[in-house]
């Protein structure tokens, strides 16, 4: 009998906690995008999660913006969520991203990348990239460095003023290019293409958009291929540290 009350109760606890977050999904959602519209500002709740902080919840906002909110949505937080233990203080928030990121990754096809492939691979990043930035033309200038550690670089376009600037043409350009390895590195150290190849059907545009689904906001961004930002620009021996590849 103590055994079936035992997961009898279990059961009860359970189906009452499954129902607190429901009710407080439902009363985030109603509160804080109602106090959008007071503001004038619109938004759609998307998504409403559990943390593992107690009366916290994490929040989506138009399938994009994340924010923390308490479980009636009278409050709102922005900013990173820390688990601090014995073994340290862990990132929960960049852990959520990577693993969300590490998704849309997954279906990338790297064949429509700008890769420069390491002879003796050890790991892989994806990096977005515009001509006209100077850390990237800096970061590019230490390429072969980069490839020397183990590092394959994938290059994905990421022009800041848009598909259509004219860095967004010269990147357009570097796609179309015969050898796109070598009309990258003229890119970064000429500003220009000697010679412009024929228009063809190129990735900037739908790469431009990913960067901005993964929160890119400047270059150069550097991504592991499981999801985890690593930064702006590195030094080659830095970025080897931070992929594990050396001490």
Request: aromatic content about 0%.
């Given at each position: 009998m103590g055994k079936v009350w035992m997961r009898g109760g279990l059961a009860v606890l359970l189906l009452a906690v499954l129902a607190g977050v429901a009710q407080a999904s439902t009363d985030i959602k109603r509160n804080v995008e109602r106090a959008l519209r007071a503001e004038g500002q619109g938004g759609v709740v998307t998504s409403v999660e559990p943390t593992p902080m107690a009366g916290l919840f994490e929040i989506e906002l138009n399938g994009k913006q994340r924010y923390y909110a308490s479980s009636d949505g009278s409050f709102l937080i922005a900013g990173e969520l820390f688990k601090v233990s014995e073994q340290g203080v862990k990132n929960?928030?960049?852990?959520?991203?990577?693993?969300?990121?590490?998704?849309?990754?997954?279906?990338l096809d790297l064949s429509q990348s700008v890769t420069f492939p390491a002879a003796n691979q050890k790991a892989e990043v994806l990096v977005f990239t515009d001509p006209t930035c100077g850390y990237c033309q800096k970061m590019h200038r230490e390429i072969e460095q980069i490839n020397a550690l183990g590092i394959t670089v994938h290059y994905m376009a990421f022009p800041r003023a848009g598909a259509n600037s004219p860095s967004g043409k010269l990147m357009e350009q570097v796609w179309c290019a015969d050898d796109s390895l070598a009309a990258m590195t003229e890119s970064k150290t000429r500003g220009r293409l000697a010679t412009a190849p024929a228009p063809c059907s190129n990735p900037v545009a739908r790469q431009l958009e990913l960067g901005h689904q993964l929160g890119v906001n400047g270059t150069p961004a550097v991504f592991s291929l499981d999801g985890q930002q690593l930064g702006g620009y590195l030094p080659a021996e830095q970025l080897a540290r931070r992929l594990g590849v050396t001490r």
């Open positions: 929960l928030t960049e852990e959520g991203e990577a693993a969300r990121r590490a998704q849309q990754l997954a279906k």
